[in-house]
């Protein structure tokens, strides 16, 4: 058989430069050193290098949120259901001890009892009706049903997102950092 690459081939086996074609020749082996971002000078000051950057730079990161696991949305969206139940709560108790004490419920009770021509034996009594611990009972139901209600939709959408992120691929996300 014919070697048809010609005289380099008895260059490499003769063990010539060992460099291949349009590769630089091999130096001898020095110890790495890293570019210093400051320069030692000779009297003792530092001073910047001139390629150095002063302005900070900015790290980007391009996420995709592929998958929402169901089980981590439904105890995550329970307990901020809790609180969010909570917080209606004591609003419901601190504004109708606010109203209560401006005197609104008096005031507009008997307004409706004016209106009704009704007197206080047997008219229609508004502050019995709105009493404190009714508000509460009405309030602290509709937090119940709340609860419930917000904890079965965000399951259910985390359900929805991950049928439809099979799809389309998922919502895409850039995250940025700043140094």
Request: aromatic share 8%; charged share 15%.
């Amino acid at each position: 058989m014919t070697d048809t690459r010609g005289p380099q081939t008895q260059q490499y086996a003769a063990g010539g430069s060992g460099a291949l074609p349009g590769e630089r020749p091999q130096q001898p082996a020095q110890p790495y050193h890293p570019p210093q971002a400051y320069q030692n000078s000779p009297d003792g000051v530092r001073r910047p290098r001139t390629g150095a950057r002063t302005t900070p730079r900015t790290r980007k990161a391009r996420l995709r949120v592929a998958k929402a696991d169901p089980w981590s949305v439904m105890k995550v969206s329970f307990l901020l259901s809790i609180a969010l139940g909570i917080c209606t709560i004591i609003a419901a108790a601190v504004l109708w001890m606010v109203m209560d004490a401006m005197g609104v419920f008096s005031t507009v009770g008997g307004t409706i009892s004016e209106a009704t021509g009704s007197n206080e034996s047997n008219g229609f009594d508004l502050q019995s009706f709105l009493s404190l611990p009714r508000v509460l009972m009405f309030t602290t139901v509709i937090a119940v049903i709340d609860v419930v209600l917000a904890t079965a939709l965000a399951t259910l959408g985390a359900f929805i997102y991950n049928l439809s992120a099979g799809f389309v691929g998922g919502v895409e996300l850039t995250l940025a950092e700043d140094e």
